[in-house]
């Protein structure tokens, strides 16, 4: 298995909600990311999880929190989003842990969000 | 200053040509360098990837990395019309950037019958 997978690929929600996007990978990957990708934009890092750890947090408001239950999940959960956080939310896994991306990333297909 | 720049395009070009994508990037510390494929609605996918200075070649791809200049190129030989996405450029390691990868803007490419 050489995928990340996405859950939900699309997700329309209030302003006011509590939702969760889902990201899963079965490769041994010990590295997972978040990213969030505006349109026509480059993806941009929210948070890494290193060896189910938190180990970067680009600055991101409280209203995303991610979580990893173990080495294979990472979740991110979303409360209080406004419409400007409408994107396209990438997850990814790489091989090695904090400090060696030499064998890049594998992404998933992504969730695209759509706040209301 | 972006630490990854990239011609954001759009590039169209006859099918067989030999497409050329660039980037230049401003961290000294990146070792690492990748190019990503994405397609419409898509995530990245992972086309190449090179550390430090140097070329590589799989298939109809071929990277080069230059250091000296901190420039990065994608070239793309008989070029097909499912080569029709956008290309980006990455770069990354070093300390102080562990497990980070920067992207450039991408570059949408266009290959026409």
């Known amino acids: 298995d050489t995928e990340v997978t996405q859950t939900p690929k699309h997700l329309v929600m209030g302003m006011t909600n509590k939702k969760s996007l889902k990201c899963e990978q079965h490769?041994?990957?010990?590295?997972m990311y978040w990213y969030k990708q505006k349109a026509k934009k480059p993806p941009e890092l929210m948070f890494v999880?290193?060896?189910?750890?938190?180990?970067i947090n680009e600055s991101v408001p409280s209203r995303f929190s991610p979580e990893c239950p173990n080495s294979s999940l990472l979740n991110l959960h979303l409360h209080a989003l406004q419409p400007e956080d409408s994107a396209l939310y990438l997850c990814?896994?790489?091989?090695?842990?904090?400090?060696?991306?030499?064998?890049?990333?594998?992404f998933g297909s992504g969730t695209r969000l759509t706040v209301v | 200053q972006k630490e990854v720049e990239q011609d954001p395009g759009p590039l169209s070009v006859p099918e067989g040509a030999i497409v050329s994508l660039n980037c230049t990037y401003s961290?000294?510390?990146?070792?690492?360098f990748m190019w990503y494929r994405q397609y419409s609605r898509k995530g990245p996918e992972l086309l190449m990837y090179?550390?430090?200075?140097g070329n590589k070649e799989d298939g109809r791809f071929t990277a080069q990395v230059d250091k000296s200049s901190k420039y990065i190129s994608l070239f793309i030989r008989d070029s097909q019309p499912s080569d029709s996405a956008t290309y980006l450029c990455?770069?990354?390691?070093?300390?102080?950037?562990?497990?980070?990868?920067?992207f450039g803007t991408g570059t949408r490419l266009q290959v026409t019958l």
């Open positions: 990814a896994s790489s091989p090695q842990g904090e400090g060696r991306i030499n064998y890049g990333y594998t």
């Open positions: 490769m041994g990957h010990r590295a």
């Open positions: 999880y290193s060896y189910e750890k938190l180990s």
């Open positions: 961290n000294s510390a990146f070792q690492y």
């Open positions: 090179t550390y430090s200075s």
């Open positions: 990455a770069g990354g390691g070093g300390s102080g950037t562990a497990s980070k990868l920067t």
